[in-house]
């Protein structure tokens, strides 16, 4: 068996690029710091050889929750369980000028939800959310075809720096297939796993 010595070999193989428009979904899965576990789907904005970024609401349970416990796990699944590639991190804020130009990247709709996923515009009702939302857009637009944001205080990158990545992938004429990266001073060791 020959793997690659770095796990972003494969990752670069597996996921799509980062200009790539369609983002993959993955599951972020924190633990507060009193134990408790949650889980959500987020954007993959882009990787590098340092890690995996995501974009968020600063006021976020998630946010909150990294801030208290760093510790953090993402689950990427490929459609028609093909793939999986479960991470084991530790995020941090990412830098400024990377969530900027996260926030530039995302599509009119994404950066105004970024502006009006609040708690308050949450408990209005349907057509009131509606109207409020056409209204902000129409704000915004001032003759241009599509509207113009700027970012939101509120917007915040995370950077999940791995220490084990795990690569899984379905056989039909064999057992699926585990390979699992451990990061350590000096590179990453492998290994092979059942499951
Ligand atoms: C397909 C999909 C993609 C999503 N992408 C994001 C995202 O990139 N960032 C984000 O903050 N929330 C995203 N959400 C919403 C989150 O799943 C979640 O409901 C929200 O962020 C609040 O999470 P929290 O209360 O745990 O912080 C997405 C939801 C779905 C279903």
Known sequence: MSEPQSPW???EEWLPGNDEPERPQMNLST?????EPDARTVLLSEWDSQGFY??????SRKAAAIVANPAVALTFLW?????????QGR???????????AYQARSPFLQQLAWQN???????????????????TEAHTDGASEPIFSQPETWIGFLVRPTRMTFWSSGSDAPSR??????????WTVAYLPG
Request: glycine content about 6%; cysteine-free; charged content about 25%.
């Open 54 to 59: 995501f974009h968020t609401d600063a006021l």
């Open 79 to 87: 459609p028609g369980f093909t793939k999986q590639l479960v991470v």
């Open 91 to 101: 995020a941090e804020v990412a830098p400024a000028p990377e969530i900027a130009a």
């Open 31 to 35: 633990v507060s710091i009193t134990g």
């Open 178 to 187: 585990r390979v699992e990266y451990r990061a350590t001073s000096g590179g």
């Open 118 to 136: 609040t708690f308050e515009f949450a408990q209005l009702p349907d057509d009131e959310r509606r109207d409020r939302w056409a209204t902000f």
């Open 9 to 11: 070999q494969v990752v």
